[in-house]
């Protein structure tokens, strides 16, 4: 499959441990968040969103948090599976064009 | 309903040759957001199109252009083609409020 990263920093954890992956934004002025999960071979997947005025946000498994005085957004996976074995990027938007800012990307790998 | 749809899926192009690029947004999505993604470089976005308008454009050189017709697929050109061209181009779908994007697989140039 297609490389999004030679070299990504890579978490890995076991089955069933609760996974962590944190992004550092840039943009202050940015107001909505998204956390997308990209297979090999694939294009990037919605996982879940914030905006501005929110610190938390709870999906199936998944939990955004954000804390703008440090620019900092986190994904938590609960009881990761293997299924969850992907690159994971961070994205930000401000209110003055309809772009995305892409993080890194962190590769996570779950061992079975 | 049908996601984003890119074709064509692979392309092998000569350095100096043009390309074209179609990707047809989810039906009813208005917006469509292009972004090449390259292991070093990683997520960049080129340009927005929104009801056959530009809105917005990213930081590349104009051999990088694209168009949007009036059912809202959108086209992406890019013409006399470096080897840094080579790239996994990413298409993204927006209905009006553009706060949900959905990306396409992407369609994966190399430049030989």
């Known amino acids: 499959g297609e490389s999004v990263g030679l070299h990504l920093p890579t978490l890995s954890v076991q089955e069933g441990d609760n996974s962590i992956i944190n992004c550092a934004y840039s943009?202050?002025?940015?107001?909505?968040f998204i956390w997308y999960k990209q297979e090999s071979g694939k294009g990037p997947q919605f996982i879940i969103d914030?905006?501005?005025?929110?610190d938390k946000r709870q999906g199936q498994r998944v939990t955004v948090l954000l804390n703008k005085t440090v620019k900092h957004l986190s994904l938590q996976i609960a009881a990761t599976q293997p299924g969850d074995s992907a690159v994971y990027f961070c994205?930000?938007?401000?209110?003055?064009?309809?772009?995305?800012?892409f993080g890194g990307g962190t590769r996570l790998m779950v061992k079975p | 309903k049908a996601g984003v749809t890119q074709t064509p899926r692979y392309l092998i192009k000569t350095r100096g040759q043009q390309v074209t690029l179609s990707c047809s947004p989810i039906?009813?999505?208005?917006?469509v957001s292009w972004y090449q993604q390259t292991p070093g470089q990683g997520l960049q976005f080129l340009f927005e199109?929104?009801?056959?308008?530009?809105?917005n454009k990213g930081n590349f050189p104009g051999r990088f252009s694209g168009r949007q017709f009036s059912n809202s697929r959108s086209e992406m050109n890019v013409s006399t083609l470096e080897l840094g061209d080579s790239a996994l181009y990413l298409c993204?779908?927006?209905?009006?409020?553009?706060?949900?994007?959905?990306f396409g697989s992407g369609t994966r140039l190399t430049v030989v």
């Open positions: 993204a779908s927006g209905d009006n409020n553009d706060y949900g994007y959905t």
């Open positions: 943009n202050s002025a940015s107001d909505y």
């Open positions: 914030i905006r501005s005025n929110m």
């Open positions: 994205a930000e938007k401000n209110n003055a064009g309809n772009m995305l800012t």
């Open positions: 039906s009813g999505h208005r917006s």
């Open positions: 199109y929104f009801s056959e308008t530009q809105r």
